[in-house]
Each structure stands twice: as structure tokens, then as C-alpha cells.
């Protein structure tokens, strides 16, 4: 390589670093902009935290674009461009090279080396090079340099909205602090501290109307300027003076309540609605149901989930046994298997095992079992949670005859509900794959289905027919009050099964607990298993005509009826109480005491409290254009007056709020406040049979 | 048509419900005997986890037993308080330190809210007939027995001033639990707190 070559070669590295840092500079600078643009904006509008979210990565992500699209090809070209490019480049900006350059890089020969290195060695190519780098830098550097010094000059809060945007930071927006000079509640933050054992941490919530928050939270309200005051509840608290702020401090409310901000000018209202800590969760899986035990010996398995929204402390399986009969009873109770569980444990698994031989049971003696767990509250709890109550009775001798000891597996209908359950999935599935099948790929699996359908059936069947005291082969068998002519006799055959089954699950339910039918208990106890009978035969028939999708609501009856059926077995039939039927109209003509009836107030009409706040609401629209923060305070305040149970119009009004705070379109969030009002009393049902 | 009071005992899963069978017609009788309102001439049986509760503004429930209330009897009751119903619950052992006492304070506890003490000046003493002393005493308490204690108040969970769950350690089950017949042999009719309890919820 020639010393031109090799001066040519020095030259292209410089000039690739200056097209690389060009492009870097330029990409940077656009960044810069979007920033400051982004923080020009957030000034004027004050822009929600999801869009400052996307304002650097937006930043970042058209920089680097500017960088692969137009820096990297750039560079490209300057790397693999041939010598004589580069040559031309200096010839074009130095005439008086007179191409002695360009010539020397293509023919080296041509004239002689002394001339074309002497032309060559005087010619300024390093010099040219640098003046038009940094010609070329200069306007990027300016702009990056005006965008770093904007961003050094603004407050670093104020610059943190839109690089390193998070809830809470409301107050540093740029001018706000000014704006606070004038009304020190145009921009407040509200800082949540959640109680300790709840393991939360601490949240923010910019311009709130509402703040919900746990019980035993407290509860920081700040904003810019000063001379405020709070009145939460009976209680006025002077706000504290806090940098160029003020700040409020106090414990958050047990029940729903309004803050009324009072600053030099105006007021304003927060609510604050308190969110319980939710008692915990328990499943007990064993023992799986009630059971009669014939002697009080051996041990019972014991099994229980335990879980808790935020963290659970202790559980354990609690017995009370109960002894005696009629107007004499006896307690003993305790705790089994006791379980501590680590901070912060949201889950957990409980077991033991109840030793019958420790607890001194006689016969007659129940126990009445099932587990508890306490969580961590230690503000208003702890909250204390409890599974469904099992109860394993001890047999009498003159029971004995009467009673089957029951091991403590599943019952039956348990097990049906387990796999009529697993049908419906099966049926389901197909369902879901229904159109992507071949149809006579969808009839083969369909009956596949229609098959198991019918050996459970038929299983139901068994349960149904040995319950009563029938073989198992019992579905041509008939039964007491089954409905069936007891004076035709001879066996059923499947049809005749299948109408009286019908006509048991079609009978009004309510009617052997009244005692008011001549249905036989035994039927009324198997009812809910002959109704699933039924319901399952209904979707046998419409898998067997490949439509899954019909026999879906089929299968779903089947496993209420066997649910229902699981249910029945738990009710504490004693027999039926004696009824005793009051004659009025001889009572009525024959009273024994004289009386003063007390004076009777008539019943408010139901919807009083809506019609109200109704009014309330209609009242505030028409000074909603003249000021609009007290019409959200108002929309706050009626607010406060709903029941908690009314949650649909609580969001609604507290958007409504929000919405009227901040301007602009408000039509839509007003309208979803008042129809959330008006139909917030609807669910009267229960009551018009004794309002009349 | 249904009249417009019918007596309804709850039956709940765990416990004996149907302990006190009886007190149901002497309600019945006293409510026919001192109002005009129209009453059904016997009392009904209804689940405590089923959605006919919520047909009956009144609903008595008593035992000796543990309580434990199954998640939907729980929800149902908590429904039929938040709709208006008043539930009469009476401990029929007499005795604050009983397990129904204790099971059963658990239970309304977690469905509808904590029992607290109504005040013996409450508007359910003077809803019908006067008792400027509060809830009437039952023979029971008087001769000692159960927790040897006269209870000066009832309990109830209120829902604004309306009582949702009215609670008696007082055993109203064994008071009224006779045939209304042999009501002619009182001095003086031990029941006209029920009538009071009907009215009540039948107004509130």
C-alpha cells in the first residue's frame, strides 16, 4: 500500500467516527426534544400517568430508529466506499488538488511520484475533514445542548413526571407550585400507608375523589401552598406546612367517610372508603360429610385449605361434643393440630387427626367439627374464618338395628357430582371442537360421551333403588309414593320408572317438610337423585344425536339435582313437629286482655332515600356550569349517603366526579351516575308479598 | 291468597331446630287474639339456606345445639336482613356461656354483623303492647335456672334503626312452648311479646 493509500485509509476512519457521532448526536437531540416537548405539555395539561409512561420510551425508541435507519447506513456506506469516493469527496471540496488525489488512488503511475506526492503531502485533507465535522455537528450539538439545558433548569421533579413517571408525583408538576399560590387545593396527592402486618407498601393517588384503603391505614393528603384545613368527621386538623406545601396526617376512617379540605378560597371534598380485611378462607376436605359411628374408637383424618387475601396466622381444627338429649345438654370443646404459619403466608394446608379414644364419647354423643384459621389483623381482627361444620354422631344400643356405620369416603351422590362433573368437561371440550370436527368424527366422540352418560345413569339408578331396600338391579322395581297405582302389580319396566321419576322431581318440594303431602319421606329424600336421573337421560338423548351443545344445560341440572341431593342428606330430620292448627275466629272473638295499642307511624315508602338523593343530583345540575368543583364535591357528597352495598352507583358517581373536576365532556359520566341512582333500589323482590 | 302474617321457624342444617314446636301456634293465638291482622292458623317450616325465607318479615329460630350455618344459609340470611327481615333468635339452654349461645353469636357475627345490647326503650317494647321495662322475664330466669341470671337486655344487630337480628338469652322457647288452649289457665298471657315482635317487623 502506497503512503496515499495508506493516508486515504487514516482519513476514512476519521471520517466514519464523524458520521457515527453525527448520528449519535442527532439521535440524542431528538430524544431530548420529545422531553422537553412532553415536559412543555405536562405543563400546560397535565398529562395522565399512562401517556408520561410512554413519553421516554417513545423518546428512546424514535432515537435509536433515527440511529438504525439513518446513523448505521451512513457508516456503512462511509466503511465500504472505494478509495476513489473518498478521494472525490476531498477533490470536490479542494479545487486545487487538481485530481492529483483521485490519480494516485486509481493509477498510481501515471505521472510521476514526486509530483503526485508533493501535490498530495501539501494538500490540508486532515483540516478539510474537521471543518465539516464540525460544521455538520454543530446544529445537532445545539439542539441536544438547548434540550439538556431546558431539562437542567426545569425542577428535577418536574422532569422526573415525564423520564421516571410514578403515582404520587402530582405536586412537582412544572408550575404547579406557582398555580398553588393561588389555591393551595388545585393539586393535592393522597399517600397511603398500609398497617404494618398487611406487608403492603405505600401508594400513592394523584387528584383523588375517593381513597380506598384498608382499615388501620394512614392516611397523608398533600398539596402546594398553604392555609389548609381538614374536617374529617367531628375532628379539624390543621394542615402542616411541609417545603412549599402543606400536609395532613391521620388514621384512615373505620367506616365510609368525607374530608372536607378547607383552603383560603374554597373547599373541597375527598371520600374515604375503607376496605376490609377479608376473614380468611377454609375448605375442610376430610372428613368429607356427617357420619353415625357405631363405637367411639379409632382416629379420624382430618384435612383442611386454609388461604387469606393478606396473610394468615394461625388455624386448627375445632371439636365441640355435645352430650344429652331433650332440655340436658353437655359441652366439652377443643382444638386439634394447631398450625402456625410464617409471615406473609397466604396459603396453607392443615392436618391432623382426631383420636374418637381421647374424648371419653358415649352413645348419643355428637361432634361437631371443623377447622379455623385466624389472619394477621391486629387492627380491627384478627378476622377468623370457618369451614362448613361436620358432625359424627355415636350410635345408641337401640339404634343399632337401624344403623349402617359408615366408613368416611365420599357419599355416593358426592361421587356422581365428581363425574357427571367430568362429563360435562368432556362435553364441553367437544363442544369447543365441534366445528373443527368431521361430523362423523363428532358423532363418534358425542356417543362416546352418551355412553358414560348412561353408566352413570344407571349408577344414580343403583343409589336410588338399594336406598330403597330393593336389588340393584332395582330400576324395574316400584316404591312407596313413588306415585305409581300400587294396585297394579308386577314390575316396572323403564318407562313407568322414568314417569314416576318425573313425577317426583315435578312435585312441589316444599311439601313433605311441611307435612302437608302423602309423599313418602324416602321418596322425598331420593327426589333430588331421580330429577339428575331424568336430567342426565335428557342429555344422553341429545349426545346421541351429536349435539353436545343441548345436552350441556342437561348435565348442569343434573349436577344442581346431585348437589341438592348431597345437601338433603345433612338436614337434622327429627320428624315431623306436631302442628297445631290455631282456630282464629274463636281466639279472635274471646280475648283475654284489655290493651292500648301504642300510636303506628306508616312505613316510609322504600324508596325515600333514592327519591332524595335523586333530587339531590337534579339539583346540582343546573349549578354545574357556574361552578363546577362544588358540583363535584356534591356529586362526592351524595355519594357518601349510599349504602354500601350499592358499589355500581358509588363508581359511578365517584367517576362522575373525577370527570366534573377535570372539564371538558362530562354528559356521558353524569348520565351513568343517574341511572345508577335511579335504579339502585330495584331488588325488592322478597318484599311485596308482606309490603302490601 | 297468603295472609298477610304467617309464623315461620327456621330449619338450619346443623342443630335442633324444631325444639320448641309449639311456640309457633301460641304466637298464632296471641297474634289473633290481640290484633286484626290477618295471620295464617299455622306456622311454617322454612330452610334457612332456601330463598323462601324471604317470603316471612319474621323468622324464629332456636335450639339447644351448636349453630353452624352452611355458606348458603349464611348468605340467604344476610340477604333476608338486607331486605328487611327481622330474625328472632332465642337460646333455648338459657345460658350466656351455652354453645348454642357461643355458636350462634359466632355465626350471626359473620353472616349479618356483631350483637350489641337494644336498649329497653327501643320502639319494639311499645310496637304494640307497653313494656316500659324492657323484654318481659321468663319463668326460667326467674326460678334460676340455665345461667341462674335475669337478662336485662335483648341483643340485635340494627340495620340503620330497623332490627335485623333480635337475640334473647331469655328462653322465650320454653316460655311459649305450650298448646295456646291451655293459655286460659294464666293469669296473665306470658306471650304479648310475641305480638309485639310481629308487629314490629310487619311495620318496620
Known amino acids: 500500500m502506497s503512503p496515499v493509500q495508506e493516508r486515504v485509509a487514516r482519513i476514512r476512519r476519521r471520517f466514519a467516527m464523524a458520521v457515527l457521532a453525527h448520528a449519535v448526536l442527532v439521535a440524542a437531540a431528538i430524544a431530548g426534544m420529545i ?6 405539555v405536562d405543563a400546560l395539561v397535565a398529562l395522565p400517568l399512562v401517556v408520561r409512561s410512554a413519553i421516554a420510551p417513545l423518546a428512546a425508541f424514535i432515537g435509536v430508529t ?15 466506499s472505494p478509495d476513489e469516493a473518498v478521494a472525490l469527496w476531498f477533490e470536490r471540496r479542494l479545487p486545487a488538488l487538481r485530481y492529483a488525489l483521485v490519480t494516485s488512488v486509481e493509477a498510481p503511475f501515471a505521472i510521476g511520484p514526486a509530483a503526485l506526492a508533493a501535490t498530495v503531502a501539501s494538500a490540508p485533507l486532515e483540516s478539510e475533514l474537521s471543518a465539516a465535522t464540525r460544521h455538520a455537528l454543530r446544529r445537532p450539538a445545539l439542539a441536544l445542548g438547548a434540550a439538556l439545558l431546558v431539562l437542567l433548569v426545569v425542577p428535577a421533579g418536574a422532569v422526573a413526571r415525564v423520564g421516571a413517571p410514578r403515582a404520587g408525583d402530582a405536586l412537582a408538576r412544572a408550575g404547579a407550585s406557582l398555580r398553588a399560590g393561588a389555591d393551595p387545593l388545585a393539586t393535592i396527592v393522597a399517600r397511603v400507608t398500609p398497617p404494618a402486618y398487611a406487608g403492603l407498601a405505600v401508594r400513592a393517588v394523584d387528584e383523588p375523589s375517593s381513597v380506598a384503603a384498608l382499615v388501620g391505614s394512614r392516611l397523608r393528603i398533600e398539596g402546594n401552598g398553604r392555609d389548609v384545613r381538614a374536617i374529617v368527621g367531628h375532628d379539624t386538623l390543621v394542615a402542616t406546612e411541609q417545603g412549599n406545601g402543606w400536609a ?67 388455624a386448627a381444627f375445632e371439636y365441640i361434643v ?160 313413588d306415585g305409581h297405582d300400587h294396585g297394579e302389580e308386577g314390575p316396572l ?59 350441556i344445560p342437561w348435565m348442569i341440572r343434573a349436577i344442581e339435582a346431585l348437589q341438592r341431593a348431597r345437601a338433603a342428606e345433612r338436614i337434622y330430620l327429627k320428624g315431623r313437629p306436631p302442628r297445631v292448627v290455631v282456630d282464629l275466629a274463636r281466639v279472635r272473638g274471646t280475648g283475654k ?100 | 291468597m297468603m295472609p298477610d302474617f304467617t309464623f315461620a321457624t327456621a330449619q338450619y342444617d346443623s342443630g335442633d331446630w324444631d325444639s320448641a314446636p309449639l311456640v309457633a301456634a301460641n304466637v298464632i293465638d296471641s297474634v289473633a287474639r290481640y290484633t286484626t291482622i290477618d295471620v295464617a292458623p299455622t306456622g311454617t317450616i322454612v330452610p334457612l339456606g332456601s330463598r323462601d325465607l324471604l317470603k316471612y318479615p319474621l323468622v324464629y329460630l332456636t335450639g339447644h345445639l351448636p349453630v353452624r350455618f352452611s355458606e348458603v344459609e349464611r348468605r340467604t340470611l344476610r340477604d333476608y336482613c338486607a331486605r328487611g327481615g327481622l330474625l328472632f333468635v332465642d337460646d333455648h339452654n338459657h345460658d350466656v356461656d351455652g354453645q348454642f349461645h357461643r355458636t350462634a353469636w359466632e355465626e350471626l357475627a359473620a353472616a349479618v354483623g356483631p350483637l350489641g345490647d337494644l336498649p329497653n326503650d327501643h320502639a319494639l317494647y311499645k310496637s304494640f303492647f307497653q313494656f316500659p321495662d324492657g323484654p318481659p322475664t321468663t319463668s326460667h330466669e326467674l326460678n334460676g335456672w340455665g345461667d341462674n341470671l335475669v337478662h336485662k337486655h335483648l341483643q340485635a344487630v340494627l340495620r340503620g334503626d330497623r332490627i335485623a337480628v333480635l337475640y334473647s338469652s331469655k328462653d322465650y322457647s320454653s316460655e311459649w312452648n305450650y298448646h295456646p288452649d291451655n293459655k286460659r289457665f294464666l293469669s296473665v298471657d306470658n306471650t304479648k311479646f310475641g305480638v309485639n315482635l310481629v308487629v314490629y317487623a310487619l311495620t318496620r
Open chain 1, 593 to 692: 286482655d284489655r290493651f292500648a295499642p301504642a300510636g303506628r307511624a306508616a312505613r316510609a315508602p322504600l324508596d325515600a332515600d333514592r327519591a332524595a338523593r335523586l333530587a339531590r343530583f337534579d339539583a346540582l345540575l343546573s349549578g354545574l356550569a357556574a361552578d363546577p368543583l362544588a358540583a363535584a364535591d356534591s356529586l362526592l357528597l351524595i355519594r357518601l349517603t349510599l349504602p354500601d352495598e350499592d358499589r355500581d352507583a358509588v363508581r359511578a358517581l365517584d367517576a362522575a366526579a373525577t370527570a366534573v373536576r377535570r372539564g371538558g365532556e362530562v354528559t356521558a359520566a353524569l348520565q351513568r351516575a343517574r341511572r345508577s341512582l335511579a335504579g339502585a333500589a330495584e331488588r325488592q323482590d322478597g318484599l311485596r308479598p308482606w309490603g302490601r
Open chain 1, 35 to 40: 422531553l422537553v416537548a412532553g415536559l412543555v
Open chain 1, 493 to 551: 319396566d323403564a318407562e313407568q320408572i322414568l314417569a314416576a321419576a318425573e313425577r317426583a322431581a315435578n312435585a312441589d318440594p316444599t311439601r313433605m317438610l311441611e307435612g302437608e303431602g302423602d309423599e313418602s319421606p324416602i321418596v322425598a329424600i331420593n327426589r333430588p337423585l331421580l330429577e339428575a336421573y331424568n336430567h342426565m337421560w335428557r342429555a344422553t338423548t341429545e349426545l346421541e344425536t351429536a349435539s353436545p351443545r343441548t345436552a
Open chain 1, 322 to 481: 355435645s352430650s344429652g338429649a331433650g332440655e340436658t345438654f353437655t359441652f366439652r370443646s377443643g382444638h386439634v393440630a394447631p398450625q402456625r404459619f410464617k409471615a406473609g403466608a397466604r396459603a396453607g394446608r392443615l392436618e391432623g387427626t382426631l383420636l374418637l379414644d381421647t374424648l371419653k364419647l358415649g352413645p348419643g354423643d355428637v361432634i361437631h367439627l371443623r377447622a379455623v384459621a385466624w389472619d394477621r389483623n391486629n387492627v380491627n381482627g384478627p378476622g377468623v374464618g370457618a369451614s362448613e361444620t361436620r358432625t359424627l354422631r355415636i350410635a345408641r344400643a337401640d339404634e343399632y338395628d337401624s344403623v349402617s356405620v359408615d366408613p368416611l369416603p365420599p357419599t355416593e351422590p358426592e361421587k356422581n357430582a365428581l363425574s357427571q362433573r367430568m362429563i360435562l368437561l368432556l362435553t364441553q371440550e367437544l363442544e369447543a371442537r365441534r366445528r373443527r370436527l368431521p361430523q362423523p368424527e363428532l358423532q363418534r366422540e358425542s356417543r362416546r360421551i352418551a355412553a358414560e352418560q348412561t353408566k352413570l345413569r344407571k349408577r344414580v339408578g343403583e343409589v336410588v333403588f338399594i336406598r330403597l331396600g330393593e336389588d340393584n338391579a332395582g330400576e324395574h322395581s316400584h316404591f312407596a309414593g
Open chain 1, 248 to 314: 395532613v396526617e391521620f388514621a384512615f376512617p373505620q367506616r365510609t367517610t368525607g374530608v372536607r379540605l378547607v383552603g383560603p378560597r374554597r373547599s373541597r371534598v375527598l371520600v374515604l372508603d375503607p376496605v376490609m380485611d377479608s376473614v380468611p378462607s377454609v375448605r375442610l376436605d376430610r372428613p368429607a360429610r356427617d357420619s353415625v359411628l357405631r363405637a367411639p374408637r379409632g382416629a379420624v383424618p382430618l384435612s383442611a385449605d386454609v388461604g387469606d387475601d393478606l396473610g394468615l396466622a394461625n
Open chain 1, 66 to 80: 433515527f440511529l438504525a435507519l439513518r446513523g448505521l447506513p451512513q457508516l456503512r456506506e462511509v466503511l465500504t
